[in-house]
């Protein structure tokens, strides 16, 4: 059987990731670590890639929790594009969104020993343990990035929107335009994007006061576009002249279930989405959204990720990139 890199490791007496550096040619390692990991890797016969003369073949583990999300798509289109632009070849996975399944589909990538991992949305449940995936990547030294997870966890950079601030500017749009019962109606799923829209959103409820005291609602949808119809008619009858919906395809659930039950938009409800796309701008009538740069996004991932391919850190930090409200003819006066 052909030697592994965690077998050039056990007999250097040195961690995956300091061999992989060594195997790497990576800066920072010791001159005698690197003496010691060259001598294992001669003993052993690990042939490897790079030791081949040919190019090492580099691909990263794309893990992607909604694929129907247009938002999503088109990311993962720019990243891969721009991976590919520095011979980064991308292999896509697709997951239901739960915890369960990202690790699932984080272990398969480990499995397949991909050189580096991009997962939307991710999840950091299981991140400080020592069994985890997450643990386990960063152990090989696999450099790991989130597009719109939770920051913090250990060794993994983060990119993502500022939910928090386009909750706010959607929520001072309609109070500007003189409402003050709004509905956030968001799915009924575990991402951390919306976990951070909905404290956003209570946030902003608790803290306005006097004559622009708001009344806010947080519903949560299942997956059936029956329920988000039956929401949204839910709410106008309970006297929300608001909603403001977490994704394109909540927004037109809602615009269609509201126009259906007699409801107009916007003179009887507004609307306005937290995510911008070419859909939302061709209905009728258009919808008022926050458009957030896509493609600075998932362009800013990719060359983040390739930086760290390169050898350039692999340490924790967020970068977050704002919103810009676009009105259209989903938002009136009350």
Same mark, same amino acid.
């Given at each position: 059987?052909?030697?592994?890199?965690?077998?050039?490791? !056990?007999?250097?007496?040195?961690?995956?990731?300091?061999?992989?550096?060594?195997?790497?040619?990576?800066?920072?390692?010791?001159?005698?670590?690197?003496?010691?990991?060259?001598?294992?890797?001669?003993? +052993?016969?690990?042939?490897?890639?790079?030791?081949?003369?040919? @190019?090492? %073949?580099?691909?990263?583990?794309?893990?992607?929790?909604?694929?129907?999300?247009?938002?999503?798509?088109?990311?993962? /289109?720019?990243?891969?594009?721009?991976?590919?632009?520095?011979?980064?070849?991308?292999?896509?996975?697709?997951?239901?969104?739960?915890?369960?399944?990202?690790? #699932?589909?984080?272990?398969? +990538?480990?499995?397949?020993?991909?050189?580096?991992?991009?997962?939307?949305?991710?999840?950091?449940?299981?991140? @400080?343990?020592?069994?985890?995936?997450?643990?386990? +990547?960063?152990?090989?030294?696999?450099?790991?990035?989130?597009?719109?997870?939770?920051?913090?966890?250990?060794?993994?950079?983060?990119?993502?929107?500022?939910?928090?601030?386009?909750?706010?500017?959607?929520?001072?749009?309609?109070?500007?335009?003189?409402?003050?019962?709004?509905?956030?109606?968001?799915?009924?799923?575990?991402?951390?994007?919306?976990? /951070?829209?909905?404290?956003?959103?209570?946030?902003?409820?608790?803290?306005?006061?006097?004559?622009? #005291?708001?009344?806010?609602?947080?519903?949560?949808?299942?997956?059936?576009?029956?329920?988000?119809? !039956?929401?949204?008619?839910? %709410?106008?009858?309970?006297?929300?002249?608001?909603?403001?919906?977490?994704?394109?395809?909540?927004?037109?659930?809602?615009?269609?279930? +509201?126009?259906?039950?007699?409801?107009? &938009?916007?003179?009887?409800?507004?609307?306005?989405?937290?995510?911008?796309? /070419?859909?939302?701008?061709?209905?009728?009538?258009?919808?008022?959204?926050?458009?957030?740069?896509?493609?600075?996004?998932?362009?800013?991932?990719?060359?983040?990720?390739?930086?760290?391919?390169?050898?350039?850190?692999?340490?924790?930090?967020?970068?977050?990139?704002?919103?810009?409200?676009?009105?259209?003819?989903?938002?009136? &006066?009350?």
């Amino acid at each position: 059987m052909a030697s592994t890199l965690e077998d050039v490791a !056990r007999y250097a007496g040195v961690s995956i990731a300091t061999a992989s550096r060594v195997f790497n040619a990576k800066p920072n390692v010791a001159e005698d670590t690197r003496l010691k990991v060259n001598a294992a890797i001669d003993h +052993l016969g690990y042939a490897g890639q790079q030791r081949t003369g040919q @190019e090492h %073949l580099r691909v990263v583990g794309v893990v992607v929790p909604d694929v129907d999300s247009s938002v999503f798509r088109e990311a993962v /289109r720019i990243l891969s594009a721009t991976l590919a632009s520095s011979g980064i070849s991308s292999v896509i996975v697709t997951v239901d969104g739960t915890p369960e399944a990202e690790r #699932r589909a984080l272990d398969l +990538l480990v499995e397949r020993r991909m050189s580096g991992v991009v997962v939307f949305d991710g999840d950091d449940g299981a991140g @400080e343990q020592a069994a985890s995936p997450w643990a386990e +990547l960063r152990e090989r030294g696999i450099p790991v990035l989130t597009i719109g997870g939770r920051e913090g966890i250990p060794h993994v950079a983060s990119v993502r929107w500022d939910d928090g601030a386009a909750v706010r500017a959607a929520a001072d749009c309609l109070v500007t335009h003189g409402h003050r019962s709004i509905a956030l109606v968001v799915g009924d799923d575990d991402r951390a994007a919306t976990e /951070r829209r909905v404290e956003a959103f209570r946030d902003y409820c608790d803290q306005a006061e006097g004559p622009e #005291r708001v009344t806010g609602m947080i519903e949560h949808s299942a997956t059936a576009g029956a329920d988000v119809e !039956r929401l949204a008619v839910v %709410l106008a009858q309970r006297g929300a002249t608001a909603v403001i919906a977490e994704t394109e395809w909540i927004a037109t659930s809602a615009l269609r279930a +509201l126009r259906r039950s007699g409801h107009r &938009v916007p003179q009887d409800v507004s609307l306005i989405c937290l995510e911008d796309s /070419r859909m939302l701008a061709a209905v009728d009538p258009p919808v008022t959204a926050m458009r957030q740069s896509v493609e600075l996004l998932a362009r800013t991932a990719a060359l983040e990720l390739v930086r760290q391919l390169g050898g350039r850190g692999a340490q924790a930090h967020a970068l977050v990139f704002g919103s810009e409200l676009i009105l259209r003819s989903t938002v009136a &006066v009350r």
